[in-house]
């Protein structure tokens, strides 16, 4: 069964390799460079250069996440157990929510500097927002009934949010930030073309000035496995933590 | 430890919006120790927020409810709570659920895993320890409610409406079912019903309630409670119809 299912997925691997391979065999041109120099320079270059790019892409996103969780996760859990909490942050949450995120890179960029920070707090609030929601939601899901053999045995917030309110907001907060996650790594990309000499934003960019195709394909190659390997982490702790959604 | 675990409601109202809208009206009853009371009554009478005041889980806007001669307090006595759809938490295994009463009162002791492998053979749900509740079948769910509420040993066990979901023959089954292990334990229960065989095969005492407010209407010593054979017999049916023409009356009364 899981073998097939990665089988499945090599062959989705190989067919995009193919279509890349005809269609720069069709084009012919420096721009659509064939799928196999790709590759072969990404191993060559990945070690000397690509590495430490990657590398501060990743910090980035791990931060941005991290933080994110870190103050989403009880700030929706306070707004999903709390009718009054609800009432009070809800306009809040809703307001700033549709504001497009990536449009306050400048301001963030005025008040933290061009550098690290503003980049983080930009993946910070792509997330954020979603994780909020989702765990708010997953929250008000629960019927009304689930807590009472809990609540009728005197059991402390303590125990309901380990039996209940973790439980129940787990497959909507993953969701929310494999759905988040895409988002991010594209914002990523944009803010890492201001203001800094590290990242793949950068990287790709770079090579784009130099003209040098190559490296180019090559680094948005790499963005995309940064992209698979974060979905494929995802999917592994949701596999672990969600069990009981899997049967049936 | 023999300790009296007796319900005792006295002049109970509920009421909603700033108690203009009546749920309960001036209940008092008592179910003894070691008994199984039946509540019966049209829907909107009130019977699951009966329950839930029992339970602690709501707050009276009148009068008290006292088990075992105590205020109900959800931290000092044991309340076993079953509600409809038998509150199974879907994202624990059928073990984590039967064991989920004593973790909350950590009381997970020596032998309640032996006691639990005991149950849950009595109850025919042995191997399906590591299952999801979705992978059962709504009989087998209920079993897996039963043996959480009865692992646990509670002082008093509400139950609203344990039976409804189930087909008519699972249902007959569960509540046999939970006769036997309810004799085994005699703990005192009151469970809320809209089937009539049910108050009558499963309550010592029949509570008759009519709707709008809620109020009690009629107190029944029921004779025929927890035999099987008479379950079978015209006595029962006799019976079943005078608590239908009863409620019929309420009807037309209120």
Redesign the interface.
Do not use: D, H, M, S
């Given at each position: 069964m899981k073998y097939s299912i990665f089988l499945s997925y090599l062959a989705g691997a190989a067919a995009i390799f193919v279509l890349w391979w005809i269609l720069s065999a069709m084009v012919a041109l420096p721009m659509i460079p064939s799928p196999v120099a790709v590759f072969v320079k990404l191993v060559d270059i990945f070690a000397k250069s690509i590495a430490v790019h990657a590398g501060f892409s990743l910090w980035r996103i791990a931060a941005g996440l991290f933080a994110a969780i870190l103050v989403g996760f009880p700030l929706g859990m306070v707004m999903g157990y709390f009718p009054k909490a609800d009432r009070y942050l809800a306009p809040l949450v809703y307001l700033t929510y549709p504001v497009p995120k990536i449009a306050l890179l400048p301001i963030f960029m005025l008040m933290a500097g061009v550098g690290e920070t503003s980049k983080i707090i930009m993946i910070f609030l792509i997330i954020v927002f979603q994780v909020v929601i989702a765990v708010r939601d997953g929250i008000h899901a629960i019927p009304e009934e689930t807590y009472f053999p809990l609540y009728s045995l005197g059991a402390s917030f303590r125990q309901v949010f380990q039996e209940v309110l973790w439980p129940a907001s787990l497959p909507k907060f993953i969701t929310a930030v494999r759905v988040a996650m895409a988002t991010a790594i594209s914002v990523l990309f944009f803010t890492e073309t201001f203001g800094t000499q590290y990242g793949m934003g950068y990287f790709i960019m770079d090579a784009w000035l130099r003209v040098n195709y190559l490296e180019m394909y090559a680094g948005i190659v790499c963005l995309s496995f940064i992209g698979l390997l974060l979905f494929g982490i995802i999917d592994l702790v949701e596999h672990f933590a969600c069990r009981w959604m899997q049967k049936g | 430890m023999t300790m009296s675990h007796s319900i005792e409601i006295q002049h109970l109202s509920v009421g909603y919006d700033e108690g203009r809208f009546k749920a309960l009206l001036d209940i008092s009853l008592t179910v003894p120790d070691g008994t199984a009371c039946a509540v019966i009554g049209p829907s909107g009478c009130g019977k699951s927020t009966l329950l839930?005041v029992i339970?602690?889980?709501q707050k009276p806007t009148k009068g008290t409810v006292l088990i075992g001669g105590e205020r109900v307090?959800?931290?000092?006595q044991?309340?076993?709570?079953?509600?409809?759809?038998y509150?199974l938490?879907?994202?624990?295994?059928v073990e984590e659920n039967i064991l989920?009463?004593c973790?909350?009162?950590r009381e997970v002791e020596e032998d309640t895993m032996e006691r639990m492998q005991l149950m849950m053979g009595q109850l025919g749900i042995r191997g399906l320890g590591d299952r999801?509740p979705?992978?059962l079948s709504g009989g087998q769910q209920q079993r897996v409610s039963l043996a959480?509420s009865f692992l646990?040993r509670t002082d008093v066990l509400?139950m609203d409406e344990p039976f409804s979901a189930l087909d008519a023959i699972t249902r007959e089954d569960m509540q046999e079912v939970f006769l036997e292990l309810w004799q085994k334990h005699a703990v005192t229960t009151m469970l809320v019903t809209h089937y009539v065989e049910e108050a009558l095969y499963l309550g010592q005492k029949i509570v008759l309630m009519s709707s709008y407010p809620g109020r009690i209407y009629k107190i029944l010593d029921n004779p025929l409670f927890g035999s099987s054979e008479k379950r079978r017999q015209p006595e029962f049916f006799a019976m079943g119809q005078t608590i239908r023409d009863l409620i019929k009356e309420m009807g037309k009364s209120a």
């Open positions: - | 839930r339970a602690g889980l307090n959800p931290k000092k044991k309340i076993g709570f079953v509600p409809q759809n509150g938490l879907p994202w624990r295994t989920l009463g973790r909350i009162r999801y979705k992978e959480r646990l509400l």
